[in-house]
């Protein structure tokens, strides 16, 4: 006598498949950044502009001649919720010397605004609703930092934790001083 053998059937591949997606919806590990310099030396990576969250006109070029941190949210993330305040005190310790921009996409305008409400004011927070921002910079997850030194060069990206975020901005701002 032989014993049945049992096979996971649907159910089991639908719950593996859906610890996958929730294992993977709040990080990355590669943004696949589009960062290119263009023929005539200039970083098109600074070709880009955007609304802030407040409505104001935003610019790419603003990130030229300086170090920069772009941190890629969604509103939803709770990965990005847990990263405000760590945003928000890179900002306040080197907003002198770092541009410090959340770019928050993947859902409406006003879920965007409410999430940026709770970031420092320090942030520039960009409502990317239509998603043009993250296509420029080749992002497609959240949480993901872009971190770019003063020539535009990209330095860190993908998921972050606050110290390795702190510690690669640290390097850049002692690149810069000296």
Request: with cysteine; proline share 4%; charged share 20%.
């Amino acid at each position: 006598m032989t014993t049945p053998r049992l096979r996971p059937g649907p159910a089991v591949a639908s719950l593996l498949a859906a610890a996958a997606l929730v294992l993977s919806a709040c990080g990355t590990t590669s943004t696949g950044s589009s960062a290119s310099t263009d023929a005539s030396g200039d970083n098109a990576l600074y070709d880009v502009s955007a609304r802030t969250v407040s409505g104001a006109d935003w610019d790419g070029a603003t990130l030229s001649g300086r170090p920069a941190v772009l941190w890629f949210w969604a509103p939803w993330c709770p990965t990005c919720r847990a990263q405000i305040s760590g945003v928000g005190a890179l900002a306040q310790t080197h907003g002198d010397d770092v541009a410090v921009v959340g770019v928050g996409a993947e859902d409406d305008a006003s879920a965007i605004a409410e999430f940026a409400s709770e970031v420092d004011p320090a942030v520039t927070n960009l409502s990317d609703v239509d998603g043009a921002v993250w296509r420029h910079f080749g992002v497609t997850a959240q949480s993901t930092y872009l971190v770019l030194d003063a020539e535009g060069d990209v330095r860190g990206e993908g998921y972050l934790d606050d110290a390795e975020l702190a510690d690669l901005v640290e390097e850049l701002v002692d690149e810069q001083a000296g």
